[in-house]
Structure formats: C-alpha cells, structure tokens
C-alpha cells in the first residue's frame, strides 16, 4: 500500500508543472483612478503580447460596478485589430465584491471561461463589450495604466485596463529541473523500499 501510495505522489508532482498559467497580465485592479464604460455600444481594448504559442482557459478583469451591481455576462473577442472582429463569444461570469472606492462605486473582480482557443506567439488585442447588469447600469472596466496599449471606440488611446489571460503555453509544459529532481528522488525512494523488502 505505501508503494503504491509513493507511485501516485511520484506521477502528481511530476504532472504540476503543466497545470494552467498566467499567459499574461497586465497588472492589479487599481480602483481608484479611473475606468472605461463596457457597455452602451462601447468597446474598450487592450493589447497582450505572447511569447509562445498557447490555449486559453480564463480571463479574469477588474471593474467599478454601482452599489449592488452583479455583472451577468460580458462579450468579448480577441483580435488582430483593436474594435475587431475575432474568437470570442458571450461569456456567463462570475462577479467577486473586491471593495468600494472613494467615488462610492463597487469595485469588483470578474471572471469567465473563454473556452479553450489555440493562439500563436505574439500580440492581440482584448476586446470587451456588451457587459450586462440585472439594473442596466453602466459597467466600466478598471483603469490600471500597466504594460499594455488600450483604446476606447469612442475617444480613441486611453491607458490600459487590468486583466489577465489564463491558460497553458506550449513553452509551460516541459517540466522545469525542480520537479524532474524531485521526481527522480522519489523513484530513488521507491527502489530503496522495494529493496529493503526485496533483501
């Protein structure tokens, strides 16, 4: 039983380093400086860069919601182009209450499944729009200034937005050399055991 006990724990350590990634992030909800409307026919977009290919399993983003507010549904696509047509969908959501800031509005982390979408190396944009509330209230997508490049359908560049794109990357999935030692010092450990009862 504890060799087949120290097999299993052998196999699941040496699968951990293929579980989902950051594929990236554009840094932390802000809150408190300013956010950009993702509803009413507006598209707000923000660029992201890969450095291998990968599929993307979540997105999740920051918004300033009315007291109250829980957001149901976000459209999105990720394009070539800013505005642009490309993969996406309409994605049910889960809202998490983060705090309320200093202008009395709800600031919240939403997340949703974008399916599992194969993405070669380089940059898209991320297009939001369409966010829907039970109220019909506005929805603004937090303003964090990070590394990426944003704009708004209506104003034109703006500064970027917080989010971050889950997934896994081709370049993730070789196991890195912690976790081959670790691997291999527990095969060591099983071959002593069965040794020890061999002999």
């Given at each position: 039983m504890r060799i087949a006990s120290l097999t299993l724990l052998c196999l699941a350590l040496a699968v951990i380093p293929a579980s989902a990634q950051v594929l990236y992030s554009n840094g932390p909800i802000n809150g408190t400086?300013?956010?950009?409307?993702?509803?009413?026919g507006y598209v707000v977009s923000?660029?992201?860069t890969l450095s291998a290919a990968a599929t993307t399993g979540t997105i999740q983003?920051?918004?300033?919601?009315?007291?109250?507010?829980?957001?149901s549904t976000v459209d999105y696509t990720v394009s070539s182009t800013e505005n642009?047509?490309?993969?996406?969908?309409?994605?049910?959501v889960s809202d998490k209450f983060i705090s309320s800031n200093q202008y009395g509005y709800d600031i919240d982390q939403i997340t949703f499944t974008s399916g599992s979408f194969a993405l070669a190396a380089g940059t898209y944009w991320l297009n939001l729009y369409n966010a829907t509330v039970p109220?019909?209230?506005?929805?603004y997508w937090d303003e964090n200034s990070g590394p990426s490049s944003a704009s708004e359908s209506a104003?034109?560049?703006?500064?970027?937005?917080?989010?971050?794109?889950?997934?896994?990357?081709?370049?993730?999935?070789?196991?890195?050399p912690s976790s081959i030692m670790l691997f291999g010092s527990?095969?060591?450990?099983?071959?002593?055991v069965l040794r020890r009862k061999l002999f």
């Open positions: 400086t300013d956010a950009w409307t993702i509803n009413f923000d660029t992201f983003f920051g918004v300033w919601e009315f007291p109250g507010d829980v957001m642009g047509a490309g993969v996406g969908a309409t994605a049910n109220s019909g209230d506005p929805v104003v034109g560049t703006i500064p970027s937005e917080a989010f971050t794109i889950n997934g896994s990357s081709s370049s993730g999935t070789t196991p890195e527990g095969i060591l450990g099983l071959a002593g």
